[in-house]
T-cell receptor, first 109, second 113 residues
Framework: KNEVEQSPQNLTAQEGEFITINCSYS?????LHWLQQHPGGGIVSLFM???GKKKHGRLIATINIQEKHSSLHITASHPRDSAVYIC???????????FGTGTSLTVIP | DAGVTQSPTHLIKTRGQHVTLRCSPI?????VSWYQQVLGQGPQFIFQ???????GRGNFPDRFSARQFPNYSSELNVNALLLGDSALYLC????????????FGDGTRLSIL
């Protein structure tokens, strides 16, 4: 059983489309992280959120602690958004993370 | 400011060999974590070190070991390499308190032939 589940696993969109990636988790958490991983491996932290909503540019992340669910939205998607998006939650000790398997996003021009 | 740096970026080894991967954290960060990411999967936690002490260990065999140096850099060692050890090895640093954002390096891609 995975502590973190993401959907969809793969997503292809046309440039300009609104994108939603979902994350559900089964452990109690204090914060949830959204990460972006480009081809080649480097991971960038996009958001850390514990309630409500956060926005950075065209990226929006929301979380519902009661429902143990978070979503990552991308507005006006662009080919440079093509990457793997990973949801991660800290373990109860807070010293490591459970990672989702990632959502591979491809935005077509 | 330099981010987390890992070396080498790519490495090819054969079964039975050993390998040492290196990581330099962001300046001021005292915690380093190592993750293994097999193709198509999310990262799996291997070790966390804080102030040169092991703080956490994932479900990996004893062939995997690590250490942290006084300057907070870290090495991950893997002995008796197996084909299944082929993966991207990621290092992440953080200031050290729980639930703080981790900053990832670009990883070392290890291929076992």
């Amino acid at each position: 059983k995975n502590e973190v589940e993401q959907s969809p696993q793969n997503l292809t969109a046309q440039e300009g489309e609104f994108i939603t990636i979902n994350c559900s988790y089964s452990v109690g958490i204090s914060a949830l992280h959204w990460l972006q991983q480009h081809p080649g491996g480097g991971i960038v932290s996009l958001f850390m959120l514990s309630s409500g909503k956060k926005k950075h540019g065209r990226l929006i992340a929301t979380i519902n602690i009661q429902e143990k669910h978070s979503s990552l939205h991308i507005t006006a998607s662009h080919p440079r958004d093509s990457a793997v998006y990973i949801c991660a939650v800290p373990t109860p000790t807070g010293n490591q993370f459970y990672f989702g398997t990632g959502t591979s996003l491809t935005v077509i021009p | 400011d330099a981010g987390v740096t890992q070396s080498p970026t790519h490495l090819i080894k054969t079964r039975g060999q050993h390998v040492t991967l290196r990581c330099s954290p962001i300046s001021g960060h005292k915690s380093v974590s190592w993750y293994q990411q097999v193709l198509g999967q999310g990262p799996q936690f291997i070790f966390q070190y804080y102030e040169k002490e092991e703080r956490g260990r994932g479900n990996f065999p004893d062939r995997f070991s690590a250490r942290q140096f006084p300057n907070y850099s870290s090495e991950l060692n893997v002995n008796a390499l197996l084909l299944g050890d082929s993966a991207l090895y990621l290092c992440a640093s953080s200031p050290g308190q729980p639930n703080q954002p981790q900053h990832f390096g670009d990883g070392t891609r290890l291929s076992i032939l």
